[in-house]
């Protein structure tokens, strides 16, 4: 081929490259055009970003402003879950009121004549009375967050009738982190918090609910040894049904925790909690 017929062999193909490219470069300014983000759309955005839970419940909040009290000395804060149980909650209140002791109970739903008295003693007698569940159904009140607003609802409101006392701290049904909820605790907790809840698990357990029957001494062996290892321990005990010897434990754990220096409160929410990690 001639030096000209060269020349108009590369111009051709230059000119060709060009049209190639401006032809995808059209393709793609249209495909860029009709593209959607098919995440954020507005249905989308409209239906899952706005969480209707929080709109549930307008009086379920309390003052979350406050600051944690700095906690001096032995303190230990005796809890008692499931209650409130005609024998064995009557039986731990004497206890207590003999010892001069307050503790805290985690309250689930009952009515009638004796329940409502023992709510009322509780908080009568200076301890704190604090949700712990309506149904303590598991799978009912972890199936979603509106499910266990619901839940907790029923029985805050219920305690708030009969005492005057509107709860300000709570704690889980099987503590914050379980099997039951490993789905949805994390959104749960976020909206107890974000409504002002403070809630408490427990770095001390007395094991009173670890088989079907636990021995006297071993729920006292278990929470005093447990207990010396920490300055302000957070005791896990029940007083339901079929907790007689949690009941019958509870005078010598205080006797015995008294000679470690130990005196006893009820929780309030300017005592920080002992939270399972999340
Ligand atoms: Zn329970």
């Not at 190639?20 to 759309?41: C, E, H, R």
């Amino acid at each position: 081929m001639s030096v000209k017929q060269w020349k108009q062999v590369i111009t051709l193909t230059v000119i060709a490259i060009i049209l190639i490219l401006l032809i995808l470069v059209i393709i793609l300014g249209i495909k860029l055009a009709q593209y959607k983000d098919p995440v954020i759309d507005e249905a989308f955005a409209s239906e899952n970003l706005q969480s209707s839970y929080q709109d549930l419940y307008p009086d379920l909040y309390v003052d979350g402003a406050f600051e944690f009290k700095d906690v001096q000395g032995k303190v230990c804060y005796l809890t008692f879950d499931d209650g409130p149980n005609v024998q064995n909650t009557t039986k731990i209140l004497d206890t207590l009121k003999k010892n001069n002791a307050k503790a805290t109970f985690f309250v689930i739903y009952r009515e009638g004549a004796d329940a409502e008295a023992l709510y009322k003693r509780i908080v009568n007698e200076g301890h704190t009375i604090a949700v712990h569940t309506a149904s303590h159904n598991y799978n009912q009140i972890y199936s979603s967050v509106a499910a266990y607003l619901a839940d907790f609802e029923k029985i805050s409101s219920h305690i708030e009738k009969i005492t005057g006392v509107k709860p300000e701290i709570f704690r889980f049904p099987g503590g914050s982190i379980n099997t039951y909820n490993v789905a949805v605790y994390h959104e749960i907790i976020a909206e107890m918090l974000r409504r002002g809840y403070t809630y408490y698990d427990w770095n001390v357990s007395s094991g009173d609910a670890s088989a079907s029957w636990v021995s006297v001494k071993n729920i006292t062996n278990n929470v005093v040894s447990g207990c010396s290892r920490q300055n302000q321990p957070i005791v896990l005990m029940h007083d339901g049904a079929g907790h007689g010897n949690t009941a019958d434990a509870v005078p010598e754990i205080i006797k015995q925790l008294k000679t470690q220096g130990f005196s006893f409160e009820g929780l309030d929410k300017t005592i920080k909690p002992f939270c399972f990690g999340y």
